[in-house]
């Protein structure tokens, strides 16, 4: 099961970071493809160009979408409250 947090961004020289929960698993290093979206492996083990390939391919495509309906049905739903 997922869990699901607002966290505090903060600078770290050029860089910005947040912190990971206390409950997941971590590793030595993380992995991580980033655009609108960040997915990330906390635990280092699955690479970074299949986290991206999966990115670009499945998660950001499927969110935008969505999102789109999400906004529509919204939209919707007040104008009929007129």
């Given amino acids: 099961m997922g869990?699901?947090?607002r966290r505090k961004?903060?600078?770290i020289g050029r860089s910005t970071a947040f912190t990971?929960?206390?409950g997941l698993?971590?590793?030595e290093?993380?992995?991580l493809a980033a655009d609108a979206?960040?997915?990330a492996d906390p635990t280092g083990r699955i690479d970074e160009e299949d986290l991206l390939e999966f990115l670009e391919t499945h998660v950001e495509p499927?969110?935008?979408d969505w999102l789109k309906e999400k906004k529509r049905a919204k939209q919707e739903g007040?104008?009929?409250e007129s």
Avoid: R, V, Y
């Fill in 3 to 5: 869990f699901k947090s």
């Fill in 9 to 11: 961004n903060f600078p």
């Fill in 20 to 22: 990971i929960p206390k």
């Fill in 25 to 27: 698993s971590i590793g």
């Fill in 29 to 31: 290093e993380t992995s």
């Fill in 37 to 39: 979206i960040i997915l």
């Fill in 62 to 64: 499927a969110f935008w």
């Fill in 78 to 80: 007040t104008q009929g």
